[in-house]
């Protein structure tokens, strides 16, 4: 173990993790993407929604950041919705209500009393009105996990929208709901105030069914008068929950049938995914895909993570040294993905915050087999006898191509990019010592036990 007063140490004591935060200065073209997106967003009617589509990490939470910045600070109000933290509500329209309802309220103290604020307040009062009603007259039966029923005691939620004596006073809950809000949102320009923009985040790691409902919910606002939303979600997700809520009409569609719904017809070859594509283009007139990072962007995404998490010069000094030449390989089909990134920095460095004695360099060339999802089979071999592993990799390196079906039949031939790994300078610190038990122990106890990749699992 080295001495802790040492240099060395020292510089390791200040190393921080990159958090999963969106970056302050985006790279990638982020800040020129966002503008225009929210000159789209502040100019044209406001009554529309953004979709910006990514996999998981790919930055969408970044870009939504760089279109909140670039939009003006005038005649708007931004709301920020973050659907994971309410999915247990019960009902996801009532918490999206009531985040715009907060916003409106935030909106009115940051500016001089008067006339515009006061109507604010009332706007946000009408709206208020509503919450109360749908959440008064909501109740649950709970049984077993994912079998809650839910029930609206209408009669009393309507009392606390209906105004007295009112001719039009609505007997449907959801239809007396959306004229108060209609009359409530048609004030607006009152304030002098031209759209409310909705920001919808974490939809991703929202169960199926609730990302659902939250794109339902959205369908209210639609007709409702001032209303932007941009949503940040996977295509995939929504993908799952159209199977979850048309699985049965799914399975029984024909080619050539339109009866899911009223949406265009599916093809019977696969039906979910066409089906969760015509959803997407209902609900979405502006889609926006965020375009693969690949690996000649990495100097620019990685100087863009540094700046934003603070980390020292030191620290990233140690970082682009040793770092850059191990990301290529845990790119997939040469695409970067920025949040894997992340966790692959973050396993480097807190293995050599815990084990200073560790050769990094081999800390590193171990990390980057277990990170490939692909390459399981070799990392299952070196975590089985690490020993003969080396030995293998050795006689691999040295021109034995089949050295490693020793070991099994299945690693006669390496994919590809793995025999390229496997030969390059990158990897040639897993011969350098007789064992790497200590290090697969090592980047056992500090990673993910579960390594996603590709919607699949491989433990670690």
Not at 238 to 251: H, L, M, N, S, T
């Amino acid at each position: 173990m080295s001495d802790p007063t040492a240099p060395a140490d020292r510089v390791s004591s200040s190393r921080k993790l990159l958090l999963d935060t969106p970056a302050q200065a985006p790279a990638l073209g982020y800040a020129e993407i966002g503008l225009a997106l929210a000159h789209l967003v502040s100019v044209s009617e406001p009554r529309f929604a953004v979709g910006i589509f990514g996999g998981w990490g790919s930055g969408k939470t970044t870009l939504m950041e760089a279109i909140k910045t670039a939009l003006p600070k005038e005649n708007l109000v931004v709301v920020e919705f973050n659907a994971w933290r309410f999915e247990r509500e019960p009902q996801l329209l009532v918490p999206l209500l009531d985040t715009i309802r907060a916003a409106l309220i935030t909106w009115s103290e940051q500016r001089p009393a008067g006339g515009a604020t006061d109507k604010m307040r009332s706007i946000a009062t009408r709206i208020g009105r509503v919450v109360r009603a749908l959440a008064h007259g909501l109740s649950a039966d709970v049984g077993l996990p994912g079998a809650a029923t839910i029930h609206y005691d209408v009669g009393a939620a309507l009392d606390l929208i209906s105004r007295p004596g009112d001719p039009d006073n609505a007997q449907s809950l959801y239809v007396a709901a959306f004229h108060e809000l209609r009359r409530a949102f048609t004030e607006l320009s009152e304030t002098g105030v031209g759209r409310v923009v909705v920001f919808v985040d974490d939809l991703d790691r929202c169960l199926p069914a609730r990302a659902l409902e939250v794109l339902e919910s959205m369908k209210l606002f639609f007709d409702l008068p001032g209303f932007v939303f941009v949503v940040g979600l996977d295509e995939d997700i929504v993908e799952r929950a159209v199977c979850v809520k048309f699985g049965d009409q799914i399975q029984h569609a024909e080619p050539g049938s339109n009866d899911l719904g009223g949406l265009s017809s599916v093809s019977i070859a696969s039906p979910s995914r066409r089906l969760s594509r015509e959803y997407v283009k209902k609900i979405f007139q502006v889609p926006y895909t965020l375009p693969a990072t690949m690996p000649a962007q990495l100097d620019d995404l990685l100087g863009s993570m540094y700046c934003t998490s603070g980390l020292e010069p030191a620290q990233i000094d140690d970082l682009q040294q040793r770092i850059l030449p191990y990301m290529q390989y845990v790119a997939v089909e040469r695409k970067v993905n920025p949040r894997e990134i992340k966790r692959f920095i973050n396993a480097y460095t807190l293995q050599t915050l815990i084990r200073p004695e560790l050769d990094p360099d081999t800390v590193l060339a171990v990390q980057t087999l277990a990170f490939r999802y692909e390459w399981r089979s070799f990392y299952s071999a070196m975590l089985t006898d690490s020993a003969k592993f080396i030995q293998m990799l050795r006689l691999y390196r040295e021109g034995v191509n089949g050295a490693f079906g020793a070991l099994s039949s299945e690693l006669l031939s390496p994919p590809v990019d793995l025999a390229e790994y496997l030969n390059s300078s990158s990897a040639e610190p897993l011969i350098r010592y007789g064992s790497l038990d200590a290090y697969l122990s090592s980047l056992r106890a500090t990673s993910d036990s579960v390594i996603a990749r590709g919607g699949q699992d491989f433990l670690i």
